[in-house]
């Protein structure tokens, strides 16, 4: 059993590398997921063979020295998975022990790569990839290049916005059209396009990619009035970043199960792509209270679509592992 650990250790690592890295993944997602999975439950039953650097409790890749180091004022985590409502009910009954009374915030989970955007009294001064967690990648002036994004707001405190930066579909299609034309290789899916663009070393050229943002976390929070998550995205809203409207306060989890029935049917509408919903307990001290792995929080699960790539290539990679 130790072998077998070791070697999905070592798989999952690499796949971690090509994606987060590189950009260029080489299995499917939910090849990725399901042997991520299968470590943990392997990792849990013999606990001796879990390593501090075991991709369970990592988040995300590695830096890439092509960029400044940025170290985040709070750790950038990852999120813990939910397949099935079986999943989210277990997520729910645990929250339940901790805290009597519960309201989820459900947000979509769009498909980009999550940034970190620092401001100094007002003012946009440095921007992030999520990178290990602890240290990101700087592609401020990257960053700037999105629209959304802004460059001043009224505020005179120091804080940092955390979102999810993506290429619309549409911006996707045009450009996997030239690229095509071109005779140069395609981008496999608006999230790799958009880790490629925004980790390009000339600048004009992420410009050109159309990219988008969508900011759902704000740091610091006790500097603001705020005591739920659905007030943070208002105080988002207000402070003239772009949040997402399709966001929805759940009373329990029968009705978190009816938004995500709802948006597992409509996914394909949206203009952008999302890969899942996020599912979040509103209250901000419940969310202290019930608290932190080291690689995601307690309090927040994301549930993931059903993948949608071909069966057969996810066989044909099953059988090898
Ligand atoms: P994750 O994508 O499961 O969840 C965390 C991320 O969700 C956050 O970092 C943030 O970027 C994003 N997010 C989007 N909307 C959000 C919202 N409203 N609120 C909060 N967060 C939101 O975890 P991960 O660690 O970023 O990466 C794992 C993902 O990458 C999985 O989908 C996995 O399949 C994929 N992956 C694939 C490969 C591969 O080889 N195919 C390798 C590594 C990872």
């Keep these: 059993m130790k072998e077998k650990i070791r070697m999905l250790q070592e798989e999952l690592t690499q796949y971690n590398y090509e994606y987060h890295v590189l950009d260029t993944p080489t299995v499917p997602d939910a090849v990725y997921d399901r ?187 006790e500097m603001f009035d705020i005591d739920t998550q659905s007030k943070s995205l208002e105080m988002l809203d207000e402070l003239g970043f772009k949040t997402n409207k399709e966001r929805k306060v759940a009373k329990n989890i029968d009705e978190v199960i009816k938004y995500i029935e709802y948006w597992q049917e409509k996914r394909m509408d949206l203009p952008y792509e999302i890969d899942g919903i996020v599912i979040k307990v509103n209250n901000l001290s419940a969310q202290e209270e019930i608290g932190y792995t080291v690689r995601s929080p307690k309090w927040a699960i994301a549930y993931k679509f059903p993948a949608e790539e071909v069966e057969t290539k996810i066989l044909d990679i099953e059988l090898t592992v």
């Design 35 to 221: 042997l991520l999975r299968e470590l943990f439950d392997l990792e849990k039953e013999y606990p001796e063979y879990k390593t501090e650097d075991s991709p369970t409790v990592r988040v995300g890749g590695q830096i890439l020295d092509k960029f400044e180091k940025v170290e985040h004022s709070t750790p950038m985590l990852s999120l813990g998975n939910a397949f099935n409502t079986e999943d989210l009910r277990a997520f729910d009954n645990r929250i339940r022990k901790v805290v009597n009374e519960v309201e989820y915030m459900c947000e979509l989970k769009i498909d980009g790569l999550a940034v970190s955007l620092s401001y100094d009294n007002g003012r946009f001064t440095v921007g992030a990839t999520r990178g290990d967690g602890t240290v990101g990648e700087n592609i401020t002036e990257n960053l700037k290049t999105i629209r959304a994004i802004p460059l001043r707001i009224d505020a005179t405190s120091n804080f940092e916005v955390r979102g999810e930066a993506y290429m619309p579909k549409s911006s996707f299609e045009k450009l996997n059209a030239a690229r095509e034309a071109n005779g140069q290789q395609v981008f496999q899916n608006p999230r790799n396009a958009a880790a490629g663009s925004l980790r390009q070393l000339d600048t004009s050229l992420t410009a050109k990619r159309n990219l988008s943002i969508f900011l759902y976390g704000l740091t610091h929070q």
